[in-house]
């Protein structure tokens, strides 16, 4: 049994972590959901879901990827070989139902790197992005041709999480990420400082985001529980949770570790993230808004529309430093979501090594090859409906899901005191016993409500205006497809004494 790789460093995997947490979602998403939920007010329900879902659920999920040394599929194995195959769920689901597309929006992002040295999205940022650039087409179903800059795009997007992933993690993605958080966190404070400068921007941010309709968030109140499971919904997604990325890296952990002071860190940073962003956000988007003359609720939006729509438009209106401001905006899109796409090459990735002892070099250079392949479709004319309703089902459903399992796996078969004893054994702080209680019950059933609310939305009307046919075809379509790769993987046999537990003694210290 070959020695398991290790982080070189503390330093080296928590930037690691907080890159696979911090991601696009982090700049369009947050914001936008506070400002249709409360505004400031929005806060406490997002807290709340830190702590009883986000942290317990981090923990968890470091806990068992540093005591079972292993990947999804080998861990959950080692508990109990019938839960294998939600091991593999959730790298397959993850790999192939987000970072097929994620991909191909970093693409997005690069492209738009390259217009911003002459703001090539013109006057009408709308139509350029809708008509010009994704040529997009009437159907999901009317693939209509591939958009080739953003094919070419896309590939060096592979290209890239290729490079950092071929080698070791403490030489691949450690080196890697000690270079693009930091740029990361020094390019978004100098975005943030300069949006904040923009005319009309303080008075959008103290209006619109920091301002409090504590109304909202009362869950008796009509559209209050709806609010309070949006803060549940975006705190699991937001922290990479259920995608079998964090149980991965913290395999490559030595014995010796803080695992409730890690969890805790990548947690907490990654929300103030979301939070400092959102200042730019708003701060742009008032700014646009005074300078059109046109109403803030009129001039936000979510989503791509957000960062290849309103901000272009932003831009276009500053009187001047329109391309620094362009560049240094999507080149922290684009860091952003390599972080994020590399952290799921490598789950996968990881997960065939531990299963079938493949060369690592070798994995990294197939499965990127074949997701790149698999990215082709999201380059089409149709790639954006598509995506939109893969994207839909697969964090609705794929990604809550294999959350859920993994609190039903720890909390009930292995048993929540074992972990919890665990997480002591290891050093550092230790959990109290409050813990069990949150993993065996209060965390799946707020994850349980999250997919129940997505479902009833569901029954409410079709998602997007889709038909169910479209919704059938390719949403449901893409979770059983990844349903069936799972049970494929799962069926081949373990290597000779794999499922035996790795120990190493000469581990034992904590990282510094």
């Known amino acids: ?55 317990p659920l981090m923990i968890l999920e470091y806990a068992l990827g540093h005591r079972e040394k292993a990947s999804p599929p ?15 769920w959730m790298p397959t689901i993850a790999f192939f139902g987000i970072n097929l597309f994620y991909a191909v929006v970093i693409g997005w992002c690069i492209n738009y790197f390259v217009f911003s040295f002459n703001q090539a999205w013109g006057a009408d940022t709308g139509a350029f992005f ?15 041709g591939i958009c080739w800059p953003i094919l070419a795009s896309t590939v060096l997007a592979w290209l890239v999480s290729w490079a950092i992933c071929y080698r070791e993690v403490n030489h691949g993605i450690e080196k890697a990420s000690m270079v693009f958080m930091p740029l990361l966190v020094v390019l978004t404070l100098v975005l943030v400082g300069w949006s904040l400068r923009l005319e009309g921007a303080w008075d959008a941010v103290k209006t619109h985001y920091l301002s409090a309709d504590w109304s909202k968030i009362n869950p008796l109140s009509a559209g209050g529980g709806k609010v309070w499971v949006a803060a549940f919904g975006q705190i699991f997604f937001t922290l990479s949770l259920g995608f079998g990325i964090m149980i991965t890296y913290a395999s490559y952990l030595p014995k010796k570790t803080d695992i409730v002071g890690n969890a805790l860190i990548t947690s907490i940073i990654n929300c103030l993230y979301s939070f400092v962003t959102g200042f730019a956000v708003f701060g742009t988007i008032g700014f646009m808004a005074l300078s059109k003359g046109v109403p803030f609720a009129e001039a936000i939006k979510s989503g791509p529309g957000l960062a290849f729509v309103v901000y272009p438009e932003a831009i276009n209106q500053l009187p001047a ?7 240094l905006f999507f080149l922290v899109l684009i ?9 799921l090459v490598e789950a996968f990735c990881c997960s065939l090594i531990d299963k079938f002892n493949f060369d690592r070099k070798k994995t990294v250079t197939v499965v990127c090859m074949v997701g790149c392949l698999g990215s082709v479709v999201f380059t089409t004319r149709a790639g954006l409906l598509i995506l939109d309703i893969v994207d ?29 004893r665990h997480v002591g054994g290891a050093g550092g702080v230790r959990l ?72 190493q003694p000469e581990e034992d210290h904590l990282l510094v």
């Open 392 to 420: 839909h089902f697969v964090n609705n459903y794929g990604l809550v899901t294999g959350g859920i399992v993994e609190c039903l796996l720890v909390g009930w078969v292995l048993k929540a005191s074992v972990a919890r």
């Open 432 to 503: 109290p016993k409050f813990w069990d209680v949150l993993v065996r019950y209060i965390t799946p059933a707020m994850l349980l409500v999250v997919i129940g609310f997505a479902l009833y939305s569901e029954f409410g009307g079709n998602y997007g205006g889709y038909s169910t046919r479209m919704l059938l075809c390719i949403g449901v379509g893409w979770l059983v497809a990844a349903l069936v790769l799972s049970v494929v993987l799962l069926r081949y046999p373990w290597p000779y004494n794999k499922l035996a537990r790795e120990h």
């Open 335 to 343: 860091m952003a979501g390599l972080s994020s796409a590399i952290s």
């Open 74 to 88: 080998l861990a959950f194995a080692r508990i109990n070989r019938k839960w294998e195959m939600i091991g593999w």
């Open 321 to 327: 430093g329109k391309t620094i401001f362009g560049l």
């Open 1 to 55: 049994m070959s020695k398991r790789s290790l982080w070189g460093s503390k330093a080296g995997f928590l930037l690691a972590a907080i890159g696979s947490a911090v991601g696009l979602g982090n700049i369009w998403r947050f914001g936008y959901m506070a400002y249709e939920n409360g505004g400031g007010a929005f806060l406490v329900p997002y807290t709340v879901a830190l702590l009883l879902a986000g942290i």
């Open 130 to 144: 809708m008509q010009n650039f994704l040529q997009v087409s009437d159907s999901p179903f009317n693939l209509g």
